[in-house]
């Protein structure tokens, strides 16, 4: 496993990036399961993402991010087919900061996709956040 995180923030403007990498030692496991024979895969590959975003004076906060996992290979291949078709995003956001982070409303649009582009889906969330 390895990973690399890189966070700046600057007079509103923060960039955040990550790079995650997971090889395992086998590509799978055999074993019995219920008087059965079973197949266990391993799920190797890498992912990352790029985020920016500026808080407004006035309290409104706006974001994008792109991220992409990698499934490798020889991993198992539910992630692989998971990852061509849902392994990419692109993400919008607006946040309204009440009361600093302890009071917040967001709203996100991301459209998810893989290999096809135009095969994505559309998501859209609004939220609270109330805490500490």
């Known amino acids: ?8 923030k600057w007079r ?13 030692d086998h590509d799978s496991n055999q074993g019995i399961e219920a008087g059965r024979d079973k197949t266990e895969y391993s799920r190797s590959g890498m992912g990352y993402f790029v985020q920016l975003g500026y ?16 499934a490798a ?14 392994g990419r995003e692109l993400i919008g956001a607006l946040s309204y900061y009440l009361a600093g982070h302890v ?15 135009a095969a994505g889906r559309h998501q859209f969330r609004l939220q609270a956040h109330i805490g500490y």
């Not at 509103?12 to 990550?18: D, Q, T």
């Not at 009071?103 to 582009?117: E, P, S």
């Open 55 to 70: 808080i407004t004076p006035w309290k409104i906060g706006i974001s994008g991010r792109y991220s992409q996992a990698l």
């Open 12 to 24: 509103g403007l923060s960039v955040m990036a990550e790079w995650l990498y997971r090889q395992a």
């Open 1 to 8: 496993h390895a990973a690399v995180d890189l966070l700046f």
């Open 103 to 117: 009071l917040k409303l967001q709203a996100d649009y991301a459209y998810l996709y893989g290999d096809d582009l």
């Open 73 to 86: 290979a020889d991993t198992d291949p539910s992630l692989i087919t998971q990852v061509s078709q849902t």
